[in-house]
């Protein structure tokens, strides 16, 4: 009974490997994933450069209004505000914009800090790490730090973005602009 039973499975085992249906299956299950992976990415990829754009547009026109002392007076606020009606796609902007204004010696130029000062999620009162305003004649920089939350943030490129506070990437946008001298006796 035992020979029976062997020499039968063997004869299932040997017609299985014989038998040629279900291979597009097998293509098709190990093909798709790579594609929906790379498809993901892509349009994880486009937000993320649409938005970086974005808030390199508004970063723009915000320091153009700046030197044409549009924006009166000039605060962290004032300036958040007018970065945000630039960007006009930035989701929340307001509450995940954080911006960072210091002078510049342009005889000895100092060093910015490399570390981030972006919003933290967790704790969103703290304040900007530098906002000076300036003076006349005076070199700023300014950095603008923008945190996002991946649409895809398990699958490619959303799973490899460095994170933030929250789960969130950051996007960095970097100007600088002289402040205009201002007043009468200046010409």
Request: charged letters at 20%; a negative charge.
């Amino acid at each position: 009974m035992t020979g029976a039973l062997l020499a039968d499975l063997g004869t299932r085992l040997r017609r299985f490997h014989a038998d040629e249906g279900g291979n597009g299956t097998i293509e098709f299950v190990i093909i798709v994933p790579v594609f929906i992976v790379i498809f993901l990415s892509t349009f994880e990829l486009g937000m993320l450069m649409t938005r970086h754009v974005m808030l390199d547009r508004g970063l723009d026109m915000a320091v153009r209004a700046v030197r044409l002392g549009a924006i009166d007076p000039l605060t962290h606020e004032t300036f958040k505000d007018a970065i945000c009606d630039g960007a006009a796609i930035i989701p929340d902007c307001a509450n995940q914009l954080k911006l960072e204004m210091r002078p510049l010696n342009p005889r000895n130029w100092g060093i910015i800090p490399d570390s981030l000062d972006c919003v933290d999620r967790d704790d969103p009162s703290i304040a900007a790490r530098t906002f000076v305003t300036g003076v006349s004649n005076q070199l700023m920089i300014l950095r603008a730090c923008a945190l996002f939350n991946p649409y895809f943030p398990t699958t490619g490129l959303g799973a490899s973005l460095p994170r933030q506070s929250g789960g969130a990437y950051a996007l960095v946008s970097v100007s600088s602009f002289v402040i205009e001298p201002t007043g009468a006796g200046n010409n």
